[in-house]
């Protein structure tokens, strides 16, 4: 049966948020046929302008019929769409008639404001997740996560997450083998490694550096043992100078990032896949899963098991 996916859009809302979905929802469809109908919809139902200026043709809500899934997109139009009632009243009724209910980056805030996310997990762009906590403190924030899954509600974190979102989606659909294909065809990792503070606590620590580059390296490689002396070499340095630079950089020693790398990845693939606890140790440099359930234990408080029984109650 043919599953309509609903892209909620408004005034300054960002394109990519929106075009991200659409283009994975279209290939699924391609592999898939008859799998899925796209409808971009907003309140009034009409040229709708993105941040960027282009134009959007919708459908009203108000005149569509209720799709299988909604994602709502975010943007810099988001405070004025969280204010109109037709909005809310909308994303209300449908947490009772449709079957998904998804954000986009800064989206997760309409969610919010119409009451749907308290006492649940989700995510948000990493920049606004402290904030978010704040303003709604009865939601759980998950500042690190490309995108959340709490029972019928999927959130994702900043713009491009969505399509790391979509994918998601498709597999829950139509099986991994068609979003690793639809992955392969828009050159996106199917899941990607490591989470939102890839691009937030370690920028948050240093900002651009010259470890930069090394970091993203890092990310690429947690199977090796990239030690103090491998990561020196890559740097043309020697280890106690590169020691000392890296930890003058972001206020903790190399082994300490290595370990936030390595568990950012693992947690992921933990709570977001059904890949065998060993599997990922070894992937992800860990090596031995009792190492790792060490360091999450650390770290999240509780081993990779607990972790995956929260996430999928298996």
């Given at each position: ?40 919809l ?8 993105t ?9 009203s809500?108000?005149?569509?019929p ?29 947490e ?24 649940r ?22 500042p690190?996560?490309?995108h ?9 974190g ?11 989606l ?13 992955a ?18 370690l ?20 199977a ?23 930890a ?11 370990e936030r790398?390595?568990l ?6 933990v ?11 070894a ?8 190492r ?16 995956r ?6």
């Open positions: 049966m043919t599953k309509t996916v609903g892209i909620f859009v408004y005034d300054r809302f960002q394109l990519l948020d929106a075009a991200g979905p659409m283009t994975a929802f279209e290939f699924a469809q391609e592999m898939s046929p008859g799998a899925y109908k796209l409808q971009i907003s309140v009034k139902g009409r040229g709708v302008r941040s960027a200026g282009a134009l959007m043709e919708t459908v809500i108000f005149k569509a209720r799709p299988d899934t909604l994602m709502v997109v975010g943007g810099p139009g988001g405070p004025e769409a969280v204010e109109c009632a037709d909005t809310l009243a909308y994303l209300r009724a449908f009772g008639e449709g079957r998904r209910l998804c954000s986009v980056c800064s989206g997760a805030a309409l969610l919010a404001a119409a009451g749907l996310l308290d006492g997990r989700v995510t948000t762009h990493w920049r606004l997740a402290e904030m978010f906590q704040k303003l709604y403190p009865n939601i759980v924030v998950e690190d996560r490309i959340v899954r709490d029972g019928a509600i999927w959130t994702s900043g713009v491009s997450a969505g399509i790391d979102l979509s994918l998601a498709i597999a829950d659909d139509l099986g991994e083998h068609i979003a690793r294909r639809v392969q065809e828009m050159v996106v990792y199917y899941r990607r490694p490591g989470g939102q503070s890839q691009f937030s606590a920028a948050d620590l240093g900002g651009e550096t010259a470890f930069s580059s090394l970091l993203d390296w890092m990310r690429g490689h947690l090796e043992r990239l030690s103090v002396e491998q990561l020196a070499e890559r740097m043309a340095m020697s280890p106690r100078n590169f020691s000392r630079a890296f003058r950089s972001f206020g903790v020693s190399p082994a300490k990032v290595v790398l390595r950012e990845a693992a947690r992921e693939r709570e977001d896949s059904r890949e065998p606890i060993e599997l990922i140790a992937s992800t440099g860990f090596r031995d899963p009792e790792m359930r060490r360091a999450f234990i650390r770290a999240f408080g509780q081993p990779p098991q607990g972790l029984r929260a996430r999928t109650g298996i």
